[in-house]
C-alpha cells in the first residue's frame, strides 16, 4: 500500500484535493476532522486540552475561538498543544491505515496541513503538495468569516513557506487553474503510482 501524504498551506485548496482523492476511491484521513472529533464533547482532546489552557472549555467541548484567541495572546503554548494533540491524532490515524491494510486497497492520503512542521513527512511514501500564487491564497483567506490580516499572518508564520513545500514535493496540484485541472492532476498522479507499484525499480 502506498501511503499519500497531501499538504497545503492554508487557503490553498488542498481540502478540495482531498475530496478529488476520495472521489477516486482512495481512503483519506482528515487530520483536521480528526481533532474537530478530539476537540468535540466527549473527545478525548477535551479533558487534556482543558487542564492545559483555562477557559477554552466551554459546554463540555474546546472552543476553537477561546482556544485561538489564547494562542495568539500566547504563542508559546502552541508547542504545549501539540504535545497533547499530536499523539491522539497518531493514534486515530494509525487506526484508519490498519483498517486501509486489511481492506487491500492500494493507496491511502494522509490529508495533513503540518506535515512537513510535524515531521510526518516522513512517515509516507509519497508527497503530494496543493499550491496557488500568493494573491490567490490571500484572496480566498480573507474572504472567510473572522479571518483578517493579523489572523493570517499569524497562521502563515507557522507553516512551512510554498515554495519550499513545492521543492519537497514529488507532485504538485495547482489549483489555481479549477477543480476540473486540479481532478485531472489527480487521476494523473495516481496512474503514476499504480505504473510504479506495478514496475519497481530495480
Do not use: C, W
Not at 49 to 61: L, M, N
Not at 168 to 179: E, L, N, P, Q
Amino acid at each position: 500500500m502506498i501511503v499519500i501524504g497531501l499538504t497545503g498551506s492554508i487557503g490553498m485548496g488542498k481540502s478540495t484535493t482531498a475530496a478529488l482523492f476520495a472521489e477516486e476511491g482512495v481512503p483519506v484521513f482528515d487530520a483536521d476532522a480528526a481533532v474537530a472529533s478530539l476537540y468535540a464533547r466527549g473527545g478525548a482532546g477535551v479533558g487534556p486540552v482543558g487542564e492545559a489552557f483555562d477557559g477554552v472549555v466551554i459546554d463540555g467541548a474546546v472552543s476553537r475561538e477561546a482556544l485561538s484567541a489564547h494562542l495568539k495572546a500566547n504563542p508559546k503554548d502552541f508547542a504545549k498543544l501539540e504535545a497533547i494533540v499530536h499523539p491522539l491524532v497518531g493514534a486515530a490515524r494509525h487506526g484508519f491505515i490498519e483498517e486501509a491494510r486489511k481492506r487491500g486497497e492500494p493507496f491511502v492520503v494522509f490529508d495533513i496541513p503540518l506535515l512537513f512542521e510535524t515531521g510526518q513527512h516522513e512517515r509516507v511514501d509519497v508527497i503530494v503538495v496543493v499550491s496557488a500564487p500568493e494573491d490567490v491564497q490571500r484572496s480566498r483567506v480573507l474572504a472567510r468569516d473572522g479571518m483578517n490580516e493579523d489572523k493570517l499572518d499569524m497562521i502563515l508564520a507557522r507553516q512551512t513557506p510554498d515554495h519550499e513545500k513545492r521543492a519537497r514535493a514529488h507532485f504538485v496540484v495547482d489549483t489555481s487553474r479549477g477543480v476540473e485541472h486540479a481532478r485531472e492532476t489527480v487521476r494523473e498522479i495516481l496512474a503514476a503510482l499504480r505504473e510504479r507499484a506495478q514496475n519497481p525499480a530495480p
